[in-house]
């Protein structure tokens, strides 16, 4: 097998590390993701997501936001010799890196900004470089996947986010939001977009799923889908397994063309996992099956990491 280096487009396991739960050091804490499970699978680049509970919003929400960020400066800090931040464009050169992971802190959850466009660039500046308008509710920027019945478009604010966010070099993450907000983002960015972490709705009708028709005007963007391993999301209520991850990823690279899919975990922030991808260290396997299926080297290095550096290399400044 090729020795492919990973980008792993989100996980949720910073606030694991803030709640004192694990220090993301050692497997045997449990978990999904930690440094030596990570650095074994070859993952290169991490999004790791400050994931805005629904207990601290919206009251909350900054203050939760700006403990995560610091969670994330924290860990960077303590573990400086295996990983490092990514701020601007010129560190992703260093992707891969034979002893280091890359690290790109993520927001999920625009109610971090509060009602305030500068708090764009107060978390710009504290190291964030990609943000979800989102999560599954309403906020001031958008509506979520969960207000079913609005069919609203981005705010007056969340327009204004988008522009700022194109101007700082920030990427936008549209998992979790709305259609209509989709479609109005992909109207207003100059740069291209990423679903960090959602699935084809074709093949498992979960709201959180993005149709035919976004999985195309994604490539015609040359944005990017993470795919996500919750199997709710993969398959509903049956039983699933590594194959279901396999079928999204092949139908998505049918649909949208190979450098439109990458990978998106949701690793510590998913309760359950396919069989025979239980945590960050079964990437291998994962690797080996798009192998089997045919698949060529140049497009597993593509969807392993690739199409997630180019579209950084896009968007960071």
Not at 39 to 54: D, G, H, P
Not at 93 to 122: A, H, Y
């Amino acid at each position: 097998m090729e020795n492919y280096f990973i980008v792993d487009g989100h996980c949720d396991s910073i606030a694991h590390y803030v709640n004192h739960e694990r220090t993301l050091s050692a497997p045997t804490e449990g978990g999904h993701w930690d440094i030596p499970r990570a650095r074994n699978a070859n993952v290169s680049l991490q999004f790791l997501a400050a994931f805005i509970e629904t207990q601290y919003k919206p009251s909350k929400a900054t203050w939760r936001g700006l403990e995560l960020i610091e969670g994330v400066h924290r860990f960077v800090e303590a573990h400086s010799d295996q990983v490092f931040l990514i701020r601007e464009k010129l560190d992703l050169n260093r992707i891969p890196e034979p002893t280091k992971i890359g690290v790109l802190l993520s927001v999920e959850g625009g109610e971090i900004l509060g009602e305030n466009l500068f708090m764009v660039d107060t978390i710009f500046r504290l190291g964030v470089r990609s943000l979800g308008l989102t999560w599954n509710q309403r906020n001031a920027l958008a509506d979520g996947v969960g207000e079913k019945e609005t069919h609203s478009k981005l705010t007056h604010l969340g327009q204004a986010v988008v522009k700022r966010m194109n101007q700082l070099g920030m990427l936008i993450d549209v998992s979790h939001l709305n259609e209509e907000g989709f479609w109005h983002v992909l109207d207003l960015t100059e740069y291209p977009v990423a679903a960090t972490h959602s699935c084809a709705q074709s093949l498992c009708p979960h709201p959180r799923n993005l149709t035919d028709p976004q999985l195309r005007a994604l490539a015609k963007q040359k944005g990017i889908v993470g795919v996500n391993f919750y199997p709710e999301f993969l398959k509903g209520n049956s039983p699933v397994t590594r194959q279901d991850v396999v079928r999204h990823i092949s139908h998505i690279a049918e649909v949208a063309g190979v450098e439109t899919v990458g990978f998106g975990s949701d690793f510590d922030g998913i309760d359950a996992t396919p069989k025979g991808l239980e945590n960050v260290s079964d990437y291998t396997y994962l690797i080996e099956d798009l192998e089997k299926i045919g698949f060529s080297n140049k497009e597993i290095e593509q969807i392993s990491g690739g199409n997630f550096i180019r579209v950084l290399s896009d968007v960071l400044k």
